[in-house]
């Protein structure tokens, strides 16, 4: 996660792609966008960070869909905070929504579910850790 919209309700925190061919993916989007990379070591193997080339500043992620990662959709996959994600999931099954991949923990930053919307559209959400 950025530093950037820390802990706003609603705001965008994060955005990330999960592909088969994460190193491929990466590659491509470093020639078409001109991103430069950081690898992150994900227990045998590794995701990127993506960075501003001017700044360096992190602004996404590409990992590979493997383990936990195997059942998320191959799409820019935009990370929104919520206040409570328990309470966000309920809402988004009450209100039609469905659950992709289950709350799960971040990191020490928090927790995150991937859902999809009524109309199809999967979001991830993201509550961070109660400081």
């Not at 960070?49 to 799409?75: D, F, M, S, W, Y």
Request: glycine fraction near 10%.
């Amino acid at each position: 996660m950025t530093e950037s919209n820390d802990q706003v309700i609603g705001a965008i925190s994060w955005v990330d792609l999960t592909v088969e061919n994460a190193s491929a993916t990466k590659d491509f989007y470093r020639e078409v966008v001109g991103w430069t990379v950081t690898e992150v070591e994900m227990s045998g193997y590794s995701d990127y960070c993506v960075n501003e080339p001017q700044t360096g500043k992190t602004v996404a992620g590409i990992c590979h869909a493997r383990g936990k990662n195997a059942e998320l959709p191959a799409a820019w996959l935009v990370y929104l905070t919520v206040g409570n994600l328990d309470q966000s999931v309920a809402k988004c099954i009450e209100l039609g929504g469905e659950v992709i991949s289950e709350p799960r923990g971040y990191g020490g930053e928090g927790r995150f579910c991937v859902i999809r919307d009524p109309a199809g559209a999967a979001v991830a959400l993201f509550e961070h850790t109660k400081t």
